[in-house]
């Protein structure tokens, strides 16, 4: 499984200067700083190509009425469904370390941090949330913006007991 973590650590650098405004209209600018082809902009989102050398070199665009919400970037290989988890985890589980090892001296002190199977590191900026996360498949660097987080983090309001 290749781990791209000299492409991840690009995409985080770049995220973390990009000038965003989180609407539609920075994917194209950021595409073409990345060197990445934006390949369909549908309602909802868009497709595009990345130039990572993984075997789905793809990201995803969500979001609704002209903002975008977050970019999922497949930063790894997706390993094959026939391939046992005991191969895959501990692959998946190096590669997340090698990956927060390198983004550690790029962008500033980690926000927040979950370990186990779906292991989650974020990095809350002014401009962008930068994520990486571990599916049981691969490995994905999220670019999220931070009005959306924060809604995303606010706690579900507690409902009394009308008895």
Known sequence: ?????????????????????????????????????????????????TNLPV???EA???GRQHRMKWISI??????????????????????FANLTAALIPVLPIPTYSEP???ATIRWDLPKVVVELSMSPSAIHLHLTSPGYQAWVDEPE???????
Do not use: K, N
């Open 157 to 163: 309001p507690e409902y009394e007991d009308e008895d």
């Open 55 to 57: 075997s789905r070199p």
């Open 60 to 62: 995803h665009m969500y």
């Open 74 to 95: 497949y930063v790894t290989d997706v390993a094959d469904d026939a391939t046992p988890m005991t191969v895959v985890r501990p692959l998946l589980d190096e590669g």
């Open 116 to 118: 186990g199977p779906e």
């Open 1 to 49: 499984m290749h781990v791209d973590i000299e492409g991840a650590t690009r995409i985080a650098r770049l995220a973390a200067e990009f000038d965003w405004t989180w609407a539609v209209d920075d994917l194209e600018s950021f595409c073409a700083q990345a060197g990445w082809e934006l390949v369909e902009l549908r309602e909802g989102g868009g497709s595009i190509r």
